[in-house]
T-cell receptor, first 115, second 110 residues
């Protein structure tokens, strides 16, 4: 257990409303990630962070923004939610495995439904 | 990113060993082979990783072919709790991102 929590765990919202998902970690890891998972697409990287205020885009970043003002929190914002953003969102952190590679540990996920 | 090929699905019986194959013919010398699994309604979970030598941990074993173009995840004695989607992912040395494919859906019969 890498001490990762996500909130909320479930959310239903309407098209056009802003939504913020929170990922919180307790172990001071430098790298944090946001993924989405949809049927038929597997997990896809949205954004990731390599430190406070340091973020970069992933494979499917359009329509999403992120912020990391503290090491422990990584926020994912949908500025104006669309139905295509209905998905399960997973947060992850990266841990050095002891050799020249890192392993990732995932949170429990947030199920977001945009009506 | 180097690509992996896995069977879409496999089925096995409880308390029997399971061998999950992964082909990665375009692997480069510094690519690590990582395995993750995702139980129903949960986030992915790290299982094991290796570079050249076979690896064992409390969850599984990883057998890597001598030419590194394929690998096999071995669950020594499957339980119903091992039913999950298993992902084989190549990760370049020092890389910080994972690219998930479709994985293998493993079904365990009681």
């Amino acid at each position: 257990d890498a001490g990762i929590t996500q909130s909320p765990r479930h959310k239903v919202t309407e098209t056009g409303t802003p939504v913020t998902l929170r990922c919180h970690q307790t172990e001071n890891h430098r790298y944090m990630y946001w993924y989405r998972q949809d049927p038929g697409h597997g997990l896809r990287l949205i954004h990731y962070s390599y430190g406070v205020k340091d973020t970069d885009k992933g494979e499917v970043s359009d329509g999403y923004s992120v912020s990391r003002s503290k090491t422990e929190d990584f926020l994912l914002t949908l500025e104006s939610a669309t139905s295509s953003q209905t998905s399960v969102y997973f947060c992850a952190i990266s841990v050095r495995a002891g050799d020249y590679t890192d392993t990732q540990y995932f949170g429990p996920g947030t199920r977001l439904t945009v009506l | 990113d180097a690509k992996t090929t896995q069977p879409n699905s496999m089925e096995s019986n409880e308390e029997e060993p399971v061998h999950l194959p992964c082909n990665h013919s375009t692997i480069s010398g510094t690519d690590y082979i990582h395995w993750y699994r995702q139980l129903p309604s949960q986030g992915p979970e790290y299982v094991i990783h290796g570079l050249t030598s076979n690896v064992n941990n409390r969850m599984a074993s990883l057998a890597i072919a001598e030419d590194r173009k394929s690998s096999t995840l071995i669950l020594h004695r499957a339980t119903l709790r091992d039913a999950a989607v298993y992902y084989c992912i190549l990760v370049a040395q020092g890389a910080q991102k994972l690219v998930f494919g479709q994985g293998t859906r493993l079904t365990i019969n009681p």
